[in-house]
């Protein structure tokens, strides 16, 4: 079953990207593991946290992969451990958050099983642009003003 397009209003123009970036998050969102936090840690600050008891900042990675923050844990096999009961799963894992333009990853730290990645997300001043509007028949202006 397909479905309609979020953005198909003639008034939308170009955010068949971010469409295409809502596809992949919905998909993403289904698996709950590791468990994670989002929360506001200043006024353009932000804080993602991640359960990962049992993972070294080895077993860690952190990147940025076109324009979305990738997190991936793989914990090494200890091949000479014989378990009785394993109720522990060491299971890898890939944990994706899309971020918007501008946003940077400043830190990450490893800190009694949760991991912890700070953002700094830039502070947006509102433009105004002045378009200035050139008869079709003769030669007018063809400048664009910026202005606030």
């Not at 971010?18 to 929360?39: H, M, Q, W």
């Amino acid at each position: 079953m397909s479905r309609a397009p979020l953005f198909n209003s003639p008034l939308m123009l170009g955010f068949e990207q971010f469409e295409r970036t809502l596809d992949r998050i919905s998909k993403a969102a289904s698996d709950g593991y590791p468990p994670y936090n989002v929360e506001q840690t200043g006024e353009n600050r932000l804080r993602i946290t991640l359960a990962v008891a049992g993972f070294t900042p080895e077993d860690l990675s952190v990147r940025i992969e076109d324009q979305q923050l990738v997190i991936r844990g793989k914990q090494s096999e200890e091949g000479d451990r014989l378990f009785l009961h394993r109720g522990i799963a060491a299971r890898q894992f890939q944990r994706s958050f899309v971020l918007a333009e501008g946003i940077e990853v400043v830190d990450a730290t490893l800190d009694n099983g949760l991991l912890h990645i700070d953002l700094l997300q830039p502070i947006v001043e509102p433009g105004v642009k002045n378009i200035t509007i050139r008869s079709a028949k003769g030669s007018g202006p063809k400048t664009i003003e910026s202005g606030e």
